[in-house]
Nanobody, 126 residues
Framework: QLQLVESGGGLVQPGGSLRLSCTAS????????IGWFRQAPGKEREGVSC?????????LFADSVKGRFTISRDNSGNTVYLQMNSLNSEDTAIYYC??????????????????WGQGTQVTVSS
């Protein structure tokens, strides 16, 4: 079973940026579809973005983050990044990455994902 670890969360002022990382110990993620999800207090888990395995490489973004967030992989294939710019209070949530090794393309719905990280807190506040 893949053990995913998120990092890079923290406290940032409105308008600021953060870069989240998702890695898996002992595994390369290049063949996996990787999704980023978030859950704010009292709200359901929301799909934020995803990137397909390197064979297809497609990306998807939730409407709420389009134009502000980007998703990418490092050259080694071991890390997937979520670059978050122009952050606002509505982006405050626990952010999770998840991995799917079955589908051809990634999805921003949680169903296809088998492995999940523990999450990293992102707080946007002045």
């Amino acid at each position: 079973q893949l053990q995913l670890v998120e990092s890079g969360g923290g406290l940032v002022q409105p308008g600021g940026s953060l870069r989240l990382s998702c890695t898996a110990s002992g595994f390369t993620l290049e063949s996996y579809n990787i999704g980023w999800f978030r859950q704010a207090p009292g709200k359901e888990r929301e799909g934020v973005s995803c990137i397909s395995g390197v064979t297809y490489g497609s990306t998807l973004f939730a409407d709420s983050v389009k134009g502000r967030f980007t998703i990418s992989r490092d050259n080694s294939g071991n890390t997937v990044y979520l670059q978050m710019n122009s952050l606002n209070s509505e982006d405050t949530a626990i952010y999770y990455c998840a991995a799917d090794n079955h589908g051809r393309y990634c999805s921003t719905f949680p169903g296809p994902y088998d492995d999940w990280g523990q999450g990293t807190q992102v707080t946007v506040s002045s």
